[in-house]
């Protein structure tokens, strides 16, 4: 494992018999504990050919009891920019309610802040969600279906 510290933080780092990084964790030093307290932890999945083919970002924030997870499928730039290119939200900022153009099949849909926390699932219902109760701020909505998932920012005023 390797190690880089920067100030009151250090970082770790794992990697498989092929040189791919494999986990990393992010620690900060705690004074009142006196020691390294772990606030995230990733993971990285590779196929047998060597290309990553999933991520995962795990985040504590110990003061406030919390913990988001989030997982997402590695893909190529162009094949994420065709397949996001075909997804349209309006209006885009919002003040609560956006419309969901081009994403037709069954949807679950997980909304993340801009930090990665996850903050709310909607099931999609007649192609609108209502983020109107959410702070004004940057989301990031990550829309489901069965044969596809796509990731999408929204502003909500």
């Known amino acids: 494992m390797g190690v880089d ?8 780092y ?75 939200l309006f209006p885009n900022p919002t003040n609560g309610m956006i419309n969901i153009s081009g994403f037709t099949n069954s949807t679950d849909i997980n909304l993340f802040d801009i930090k990665g926390q996850f903050v709310k699932s909607y099931q999609q219902i007649n192609n609108t969600i209502d983020i109107s109760e959410l702070q004004s701020g940057i989301y990031i909505l990550n829309l489901i279906s069965n044969d596809k998932t796509v990731v999408k920012k929204v502003v909500k005023q």
């Open 5 to 12: 510290s920067i100030g009151n933080m250090k970082f770790g």
């Open 14 to 88: 794992s990697y498989d018999e092929n040189g791919n990084q494999t986990q990393g964790e992010g620690y900060h030093w705690d004074p009142e504990l006196n020691d390294w307290v772990v606030g995230g932890k990733s993971e990285y999945i590779y196929d047998v050919a060597g290309n990553q083919t999933q991520s995962m970002r795990y985040n504590w924030v110990l003061y406030s009891k919390s913990f988001s997870y989030y997982s997402s499928p590695t893909v190529g730039i162009n094949q994420l920019a065709n397949e996001n290119a075909d997804i349209i």
